[in-house]
């Protein structure tokens, strides 16, 4: 069978081991080539200097003590 879809499939280096990575809609983990380099990726990311604020209460929700009916 053949594709007719003049669309050739994109290789990009991942950024994480640069190796080939395809860059197409069946990775699901472009641009990286794996799941493991993803990972690792996100995961120094995320070491490094992301922090989530995380707010245990809503400042924009609901004031308390008032009835909902
Ligand atoms: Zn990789």
Redesign the pocket.
């Known amino acids: 069978m053949s594709s007719e879809r003049d669309t050739p499939a994109l290789t990009v280096t ?6 080939p ?1 395809l860059y197409a809609p069946e990775n699901r983990y472009r641009p ?3 799941e ?2 993803k990972q690792v990726d996100l995961g120094a990311w995320a070491s490094e200097e992301f922090r989530v604020p995380s707010s245990p209460t809503d400042p924009t929700g609901p004031p308390e003590g008032v009835p909902l009916n």
């Open positions: 991942c950024p994480q081991c640069r190796g990575s990286f080539c794996s493991r380099c």
